[in-house]
């Protein structure tokens, strides 16, 4: 496991015009990387069990983070989930993207599937736990409350 990360260019919060304060200079994204069975329907995610220290720390969710400025969405949700779940980009198949777009920040889902099998792995500090979550467990976590807002409509987006 590697040691605390050095701030990157992307590391701020922006307050927004919604009221809340956001994570990411640049906006954030997360990886939502799904595992399926023999018939291609989605039967895991990887979750992340949020360091104690982190903000709304405790609770699980995507691994993800601040984009940095000139990283697409995808470049940063799976240089986030390499670094925080050992996730190694050749095994993901990106499918699609959801965003979640406020005035002055936004924050993009990625959506893929696992194209080899592979264990996440807690790989940073920011981690307690990453683990594939069957999908009819995941409520029963303590859920990271913007991803338990949005976790239907993506959990509706898996098998399509």
Same mark, same amino acid.
């Given at each position: 496991?590697?040691?605390?990360?050095?701030?990157?260019?992307?590391?701020?919060?922006?307050?927004?015009?919604?009221?809340?304060?956001?994570?990411?200079?640049?906006?954030?994204?997360?990886?939502?990387?799904?595992?399926?069975?023999?018939?291609?329907?989605?039967?895991?995610? @990887?979750?992340?069990?949020?360091?104690?220290?982190?903000?709304?720390?405790?609770?699980?969710?995507?691994?993800?983070?601040?984009?940095?400025?000139?990283?697409?969405?995808?470049?940063?949700?799976?240089?986030?989930?390499?670094?925080?779940?050992?996730?190694?980009?050749?095994?993901?198949? @990106?499918?699609?993207?959801?965003?979640?777009?406020?005035?002055?920040?936004?924050?993009?889902?990625?959506?893929?599937?696992?194209?080899?099998?592979?264990?996440?792995? @807690?790989?940073?500090?920011?981690?307690?736990? @990453?683990?594939?979550?069957?999908?009819?467990?995941?409520?029963?976590?303590?859920?990271?409350?913007?991803?338990?807002?949005?976790?239907?409509?993506?959990?509706?987006?898996?098998?399509?």
């Amino acid at each position: 496991m590697s040691g605390p990360r050095h701030p990157r260019p992307g590391d701020g919060w922006v307050v927004c015009a919604c009221g809340r304060r956001h994570w990411g200079l640049h906006g954030a994204a997360g990886l939502l990387l799904v595992r399926r069975d023999t018939g291609g329907l989605a039967t895991d995610v @990887v979750l992340q069990h949020r360091a104690l220290w982190s903000d709304q720390g405790g609770t699980w969710g995507l691994p993800g983070g601040a984009r940095e400025p000139d990283e697409t969405a995808v470049q940063a949700a799976l240089r986030e989930a390499q670094e925080e779940a050992g996730v190694d980009p050749r095994v993901v198949a @990106v499918r699609g993207e959801h965003v979640l777009a406020h005035p002055d920040w936004s924050y993009t889902t990625v959506i893929a599937h696992a194209v080899a099998p592979f264990t996440p792995a @807690v790989t940073d500090t920011e981690s307690l736990e @990453v683990l594939w979550v069957p999908l009819d467990e995941v409520t029963d976590r303590s859920l990271l409350p913007a991803f338990a807002d949005a976790w239907p409509l993506l959990r509706s987006r898996l098998d399509e």
